[in-house]
Nanobody
């Protein structure tokens, strides 16, 4: 079992930045690929970014490529999402997820999920 807790959400103006964190507990963190997903108001959840267990492979949705950066610190059991040049369209609840397989996270799936953190970007 893996427990995930997101933090770092908030209200920011368009063009601003935020860094989300997701801290894991319960199992060996480096054994898991990690991903960030988001659910905009009234819409379905969508994939944002993924990172392999070692951190050597990353993958992004086209909508965030060049603006968002996913990284991880396995010593701290934490994965980050640095979000720059934020747009109102980035407003959503952001979730982190863990899966034993990087391929699954890239497909938008995960065995374990956090509760989410709200990000609101004002125009």
């Amino acid at each position: 079992q893996v427990q995930l807790e997101e933090s770092g959400g908030g209200l920011v103006q368009a063009g601003g930045s935020l860094r989300l964190s997701c801290t894991a507990s319960g199992r060996t963190f480096s054994n898991y690929a990690m991903g960030w997903f988001r659910q905009p108001p009234g819409k379905e959840r969508e994939f944002v970014a993924a990172i392999s267990g070692s951190g050597g492979s990353v993958y992004y949705a086209d909508s965030v490529k060049g603006r968002f950066t996913i990284s991880r610190d396995n010593a701290q059991n934490t994965v980050y999402l640095q979000m720059n040049s934020l747009k109102p369209a980035d407003t959503a609840v952001y979730y982190c997820a863990a899966d034993a397989f990087f391929s699954q996270i890239r497909l938008g799936k995960g065995d374990y999920w956090g509760q989410g953190t709200q990000v609101t970007v004002s125009s």
